[in-house]
């Protein structure tokens, strides 16, 4: 509207309203400023790129739609999960609880029990004291308060993330007012890491830089570094002084050894970095609606973790108080019983292994279609997703011809692929990259 | 190969201790307290005859019943949240008939109870808002000022209790109000004030709303206790319904923490009322956009068991009993201290405590008595002299009525 004309439309619709007022004798109030609006100038926000597509995926009514769009845990029916030992720890806890107010800085219980999942059992630091851990709203939520914290305590302080990664973090930062950039990290000519390019864009970083790393099962692209490559990055940490922030979402949904799996920060943790990492639940124990999840950092004594604890607390205050109990009880419950976490360690090798023999199956059958394209990648990466090296336009054309959903970007979530759909996901693969 | 390990020293190793938060610090204190007579009406959290924490039968009904049901899974809820929850929240708020609601002007999202409904609304307004100053009343939550700050709006009062008559200053409520810029952000207590107990009249609510929308002001709702303040989920709705029904914008926070027990759970909902069905629709969008940065989407759990009680009509009129159960308990205490007080002849007019509403007494107490009380008899109150009367029982009110009369004739002002 040009500036006259909404001028004249607000001066309009103002002598309206007095009028009304005068008029209406209801306590001056207007029956109509309803014409009014505040948020008039708001505009449609953009559909979220991963989210989004589940919603496009529910809305098809082809019977043959295949949704390997969000990073959810399906089964071989493609149906979800809830573990049985998730189950197990409802049926002990239901009905007990209080639902008292948990400290600012969730349960405590829970947060050692995460960490020495996350740090291994036998961890100095944890024997040291020297962790300070706040139960988190999953991993958006631990990647959040640690995002914030660095504005309010490092403000100086660079934060460089993966190229790709989760597109959820450039958000997180960019509203943490937190300055990022990126460092290479995927090569699309080999569908692997580019490990050169990594570390000269870390080596240009400025000292003290924030590096977000994924521990495992890197998202978008299933590729990790090796653990020799995992211990050339710490020495060149140490150089820069720079500070690893890890975000671990699939442990023990990679390989499904949780203990292999979180090798990254162990070799971090033995080379005496301080280092923060947020973990989230979701995927590994299938509670991704329950939000539950931790942010833990390494400090230089117990002192200063009690320190660096409470400031993190009275980040969650103004957010949200304090989390939410009842998946802190669940994963305690679980994680505190012997027998149930043993059950735990089967179920989600079960979820890694059905994944990777997802990948092999998918491999398969594109090589036996006859693709000239190299699909070695499938196998090589790990964890939920795939990075296809699928093309935005080919991506369009899986979805309009084929009724399969995914990400602009060609992530495919293995967790999506089904002993019944596999066939019909690699024929349209193939259809759409053999031109 | 073995490598050194790490000398240089932490990143974080110029930070000092945040302050205790002033209200929860109070329950640490008390948790720390080894006297066998400590009394803790500091928390605003209910609790029965016994002392106990409690949870509505409800609750644990609508829990058991989602526990049973093996057909619900753990998925990820959308960013908005339990679409049967926000819907049936709106209702609950706003009534069945409401205008607004009829009219899809309304948009709904589930978030972490007061505090994060508060916190994205405000984050809201300070990125799409004109207007990025917010008012709020003095004295208030103490949280309120630091979700509004934290969230880029600057923070401004007005003036709510009158120290003297220990109600309301309507006043100078209006004084300040007419003072304040057009356009500005009002933050208004739904019912049962926190922390004074002190409401407006339906009348001084309607002298408000002719102010507020006079002068295009945005009224922010914090509504934490519907059917905790009178015991009657309409009644205290009278206030938002006002706003809301007038055709105008507003924000409603609504919490479920204290009137359905459920305060670790996080369950609360923003409410949005706007102009038409399409802004809604943009703001809806948009809103989403500040919750995915945040923490992607609600849990799950709360909003399942809240959305079970609003949603099956034998369990909704067992909480509408239970709710009125619990008001009524609490002004039974209020009624027994005032008594308690009067019968000694505590110097001063202690009519307050049964004049005002919901959960709190803000006593008159000053910083000084509050600290004698907690030292003396382990009695473990706020700074301000808000007194929870929720956490008071039959057997603990003498106690309280003691301590509140050797401190008012020993501690002088």
């Not at chain 2, 932490?10 to 201790?17: G, K, P, T, V, W």
């Not at chain 2, 205008?99 to 508060?118: D, E, H, W, Y």
């Not at chain 2, 709510?160 to 007419?178: A, F, P, V």
């Not at chain 2, 039974?332 to 002849?345: C, F, S, Y």
């Amino acid at each position: 509207m040009a500036y006259r004309s909404r001028l004249a439309f607000l001066l309009s619709s103002s002598t309206r309203r007095l009028a009304t007022m005068e008029a209406a004798g209801n306590h001056g109030v207007p029956s109509s400023c309803r014409r009014f609006s505040w948020w008039s100038s708001v505009q449609p926000a953009p559909r979220d790129p991963i989210l989004g597509v589940t919603s496009a995926y529910l809305a098809d009514t082809h019977p043959d739609k295949v949704n390997v769009g969000v990073g959810a845990y399906r089964n071989d029916q493609g149906k979800p999960v809830v573990l049985e030992c998730v189950r197990e720890a409802e049926r002990r806890i239901g009905g007990q609880e209080l639902m008292e107010y948990l400290p600012m800085g969730g349960s405590a219980k829970y947060c050692e029990l995460s960490v020495g999942l996350a740090y291994g059992e036998d961890a100095q630091v944890l024997k040291d004291k020297k962790v300070a851990s706040v139960q988190a709203l999953s991993g958006t939520g631990a990647v959040r308060l640690f995002a914030d914290f660095i504005k309010r305590f490092r403000p100086e302080s660079e934060a460089y993330l993966p190229m790709p990664t989760w597109s959820n973090h450039h958000n997180i930062f960019r509203d943490a007012n937190v300055n990022q950039h990126t460092y290479r990290y995927y090569l699309a000519s080999t569908r692997g890491l580019d490990f050169e390019g990594l570390k000269e864009d870390l080596k240009k970083a400025p000292n003290n830089s924030v590096i977000l790393l994924h521990a495992c099962a890197h998202n978008p692209t299933g590729v990790d570094p090796t653990p020799e490559q995992w211990k050339a990055l710490s020495k060149l940490f140490k150089e820069k002084e720079h500070f690893p922030l890890f975000d671990m979402a699939y442990q023990g949904f990679a390989s499904g050894d949780t203990q292999r799996d979180n090798q990254a920060i162990r070799i971090f943790l033995e080379d005496g970095h301080q280092l923060a990492c947020a973990q989230s639940f979701a995927k590994s124990m299938g509670l991704y609606g329950q939000r539950i999840g931790c942010l833990s950092v390494v400090c230089d004594d117990a002192a200063q973790a009690t320190v660096v604890k409470s400031q993190l607390e009275y980040i969650a205050r103004p957010m949200y108080s304090s989390p939410p109990v009842h998946g802190s009880l669940l994963v305690a419950t679980i994680l505190s019983d012997s027998d149930l976490k043993t059950l735990w360690f089967k179920e989600v090798k079960d979820m890694a292994d059905r994944i990777i023999g997802m990948r092999t199956a998918l491999r398969k059958n594109l090589e036996d279609l006859g693709s000239k394209q190299n699909w070695e990648h499938i196998t090589n990466q790990i964890g939920m997703f795939c990075y296809s090296g699928l093309t935005p336009e080919q991506v369009d054309r899986m979805t309009q011809e084929f009724h399969i959903y995914m990400t602009k970007n060609g992530r495919i979530s293995m967790a999506g692929v089904t002993s019944g759909n596999v066939k019909y996901l690699a024929n349209a693969i193939h259809e759409v990259t053999k031109a | 190969m073995e490598s050194e390990p790490i000398s240089s020293p932490s990143a974080f190793q110029h930070l000092m201790q945040a302050p205790e938060d002033p209200i929860i610090g109070v329950t640490t204190a008390f948790s720390k307290d080894p006297s066998p007579v400590k009394l803790n009406v500091g928390v605003g959290a209910y609790r029965c005859e016994e002392g106990k924490p409690y949870v509505p039968q409800v609750v644990r009904e609508a829990e058991l019943r989602l526990l049973n049901d093996l057909s619900r899974n753990k998925e990820y809820l959308p960013i908005t949240g339990n679409p049967q929850f926000t819907g049936l929240s709106a209702k609950l708020i706003f009534g069945e008939d409401s205008p607004a609601l009829n009219q899809k002007r309304v948009c709904t999202v589930q978030c972490l109870s007061g505090t994060g409904s508060i916190r994205v609304g405000a984050e809201f307004l300070a990125k799409h808002y004109a207007h990025k100053t917010v008012y709020i009343p003095i004295p208030t939550w103490g949280n309120h000022p630091t979700i509004f700050t934290v969230a880029g709006l600057e923070v401004k009062s007005y003036t709510y209790y009158d120290s003297n008559t220990r109600g309301l200053d309507y006043e100078g409520l209006l004084r300040d109000l007419n003072a304040a810029p057009s356009g500005v952000v009002v933050l208004l207590h739904a019912c049962a004030h926190n922390p004074t107990g002190v409401d407006p009249t339906a009348d001084q609510w309607k002298g408000i709303q002719k102010l507020i929308r006079g002068k295009n002001m945005l009224p922010f709702f914090d509504c934490a206790y519907q059917g905790f303040a009178s015991g009657n989920l309409i009644k205290d709705a009278f206030s938002v319904r006002l706003f809301a029904g007038d055709g105008g914008e507003c924000f409603v926070a609504q919490s479920y923490a204290k009137n359905m027990g459920l305060y670790g759970e996080r369950v609360g909902a923003l409410s949005m009322v706007c102009g038409s069905e399409s802004v809604a629709k943009r703001v809806e969008s948009q809103v989403k956009l500040i919750i995915r940065p945040l923490y992607s989407t609600p849990p799950i759990h709360g909003a399942a068991v809240a959305a079970t009680v609003l949603g099956d009509r034998e369990l909704f009129n067992e909480w509408k009993a239970d709710l009125q159960g619990m008001a009524d308990r609490i002004i039974h205490m209020r009624q027994l201290l005032h008594e308690a007080l009067k019968a000694r002849g505590t110097p001063g007019d202690w009519s307050h405590i049964i004049k005002q509403i919901g959960m709190f007494s803000f006593t008159g107490l000053t910083k000084e008595q509050v600290a004698f009380i907690t030292d003396k008899f382990h009695i473990y109150i706020t700074f301000d002299g808000r007194v929870s009367m929720a956490g008071l029982s039959v057997k603990t009110v003498p106690y309280l009525a003691e301590a509140i009369h050797i401190a008012v004739t020993t501690v002088l002002e």
